[in-house]
């Protein structure tokens, strides 16, 4: 089979955006490069950065509006070629509600547009807390990452939502299966691109490594112009990855520094059937926009072992914003804020027993906290914004409205300004989104790829999805 | 004096996970790369002195040849997004690194 293939024009795989509808698509460049034959579209649609929130609320960040423009540019595409589309991590978390609505939209752009009947796979991951319970029942290990402790009944009663995030063999299944379109739960984001080479025959090392090198699009190239389309293919044992762009190139530099972006070691990427080892890769220009790489190595794991991650809600936030130009509060900004949580603490009782209150001193080290090796120590302003929690908003609207207001009414030494020793920007407490926290980064083991995930295969025409008896 | 502003080119941190931040020091030329690297300057003992954190929260320290960069990771104190928690994408983190001076 091999031999046969270098005859041919290597298979390539198309990305024509990093996180799917986080910001639209960049068009032209997508456009553009349909033209230069890609074999399968592919997408990451998801990530963790957002915060804990989307996946604990289950309920998506990205505009249902930018998300269904981003759907349709590559489906149309899609289906006008006659080549895979997949997307993975679907609605920005990957639960099931992000698969069933990226379905659905799928269904509606090709109702509208009256495309010809396709194949549609549906690849589920959530993973219901209850089964992680089951498994802790049966004394199965839910294993920390990161120096987290396992996980025990206490951490899963904190966790409202879990998806576990799959490799490419379920997205392989499903092509291998017939599926013209893949929308799938939580993924590694390299497995989305990787499916379609496995597919293809290629290698699990060169297939996860291109994926792992294209999948936040031009981030790989350079100049910076954010998320614009990338072509990668593998070919005699080498990955290859191009800008298409027309003022863009992948060079050995900017994909070598997009190959540790966002990840703790550049040398490895974990999926669920094992480990890219890319410490003896080695990167070359082999044009104008074009970078080779070879070297990368796959060590296949010696059991299935799938990422788990879980978020909950930890309760509703106030916020207030006050202002201090008093360079003696400033100063003293310490003890005003120990007086202010007295008065909370009055009230309510100690910090952690309803409520819990945080003090954010903008001016001061706002943005590093405790790791902020030079805190400034008289700025000429201090904004502090007073962020209070509670599982009763009643209490986190009382608290932030003590913890704040408290900081105008602070009792400090040789105060001159005794009509006030803040400015409230204004005299408000602010409803924020409520908190949630990751309760779950972990791993469990499996007795293969199709352990959490579920595949529902659809036919969609005129409009509709047909289930298909499997 | 030179510092490592004046050598990077780029100088980031960003979240690596949701348990981890991550910081990239990208160097402008071979010769800086291999200036900063050859000085012993950048060593996980004093990231983790700078950053006030306990030498075991650095989980990765990686001279990164094919990037001419170097780069280590940082365990955050509390997951990145929970109340309280200051930068949701760890990418803030990176300035106190401007300054470290490097010998000539």
Redesign the interface.
């Known amino acids: 089979m091999k031999g046969g293939r270098r005859a041919m024009k290597p298979f390539r795989v198309l990305c024509p955006t990093g996180h799917l509808s986080f910001t639209p698509l960049e068009k032209g460049s997508f456009l553009l490069a349909c033209g230069y034959g890609p074999d399968a579209i592919a997408a990451d649609a998801g990530s ?6 989307p996946l604990g609320a289950d309920e998506h960040v990205s505009l249902e509006a930018w998300q269904r423009h981003d759907l349709e540019v590559m489906l149309l595409q899609s289906r006008r070629l006659g080549i895979p589309m997949i997307v993975g991590s679907a609605s920005d978390t990957g639960t099931d509600r992000g698969v069933d609505q990226f379905v659905a939209l799928v269904r509606d752009i090709a109702k509208e547009h009256r495309l010809p009947p396709f194949r549609l796979a549906a690849i589920y991951s959530e993973v219901p807390v209850e089964e992680l319970k089951r498994r802790l029942l049966r004394r199965e290990r839910i294993e920390g ?4 402790p396992d996980a025990g009944l206490s951490i899963l009663e904190r966790t409202d939502r879990a998806v576990a995030v799959m490799d490419a063999e379920p997205m392989r299944q499903a092509l291998a299966a017939g599926a013209d379109v893949i929308i799938a739960g939580r993924s590694s984001d390299c497995a989305i691109f990787a499916a379609p080479l496995l597919h293809a025959g290629h290698d699990p090392a060169n297939s996860y490594f291109l994926g792992k090198l294209m999948e936040c699009a031009s981030f790989c190239a350079e100049p910076y112009m954010a998320k614009e389309s990338v072509m990668g293919w593998i070919d005699e044992g080498a990955v290859y990855v191009r800008a298409m762009h027309p003022d863009q190139r992948c060079t ?2 900017s994909v ?2 997009h ?9 490895f990427e974990h999926v669920a059937g094992g480990c890219v080892d890319m410490t003896d ?3 070359e220009q082999v044009d104008d926009k074009t970078t080779r790489v070879r070297g990368a190595r796959f060590v296949t794991s010696p059991t299935y072992r799938m990422k788990i ?1 879980g978020a909950g809600f ?2 509703h ?1 106030r916020i207030a914003i006050v202002g201090i130009r008093d360079p003696d509060t400033i100063r003293l900004i310490d003890q005003a804020v120990a007086w202010a949580r007295d008065k909370v603490a009055e009230r309510f009782g100690p910090d952690g027993n309803s409520y ?1 209150l ?1 003090y ?1 001193l903008y001016g001061r080290d ?9 805190p400034v120590a008289a700025p000429q302003e201090l904004c502090v914004v007073v ?1 209070s ?1 509670s599982r009763d908003p009643q209490v986190a609207f009382e608290a932030c409205a003590l913890g704040s207001r408290n900081l105008f009414y602070a009792r400090l030494p040789a105060l001159k300004g005794t009509a006030g020793a803040a400015a409230m920007m204004s005299d408000e407490i602010l409803i924020g989104e409520p ?4 309760t779950l ?1 972990h791993v469990v083991m499996v007795s293969g790829p199709g352990d959490l995930v579920r595949t529902r295969h659809h036919r969609i025409a005129d409009g509709a999805a047909w289930g298909i008896a499997r | 004096m030179t510092t490592l502003k004046d050598l990077a080119s ?1 100088i980031r941190s ?7 931040i ?1 910081f ?1 020091i ?1 160097f402008r030329d071979r010769d800086a790369f291999v200036r900063v690297r050859d000085s012993a300057v950048i060593t996980p003992a004093r990231v983790a002195d ?4 306990p030498p075991a929260d650095i ?2 320290f ?1 001279v ?1 040849e ?4 170097i ?1 280590f ?3 955050r ?1 509390v ?6 928690e ?4 760890g990418s ?2 990176y300035p ?1 690194l401007f300054e470290i001076r490097i010998p000539d």
């Open positions: 963790c950065d957002m915060g804990p929130r990452l990161c120096g987290r050995p530099l070598a520094s190959a540790m972006y966002e990840r703790p070691n550049p040398y890769c080695v990167y991650e930890v309760g936030r819990r945080h954010h706002g943005i590093m906290g405790p790791m902020e090796p030079r962020e929690v908190g949630y926290e990751w980064n | 780029t960003k979240n690596a996970g949701v348990d981890l991550t990239d990208i700078m950053f006030r954190v989980t990765d990686v990164f094919p990037a001419r960069a780069k990771t940082i365990r104190k997951p990145s997004g929970s109340p309280g200051r930068d949701v994408f803030q983190q106190p």
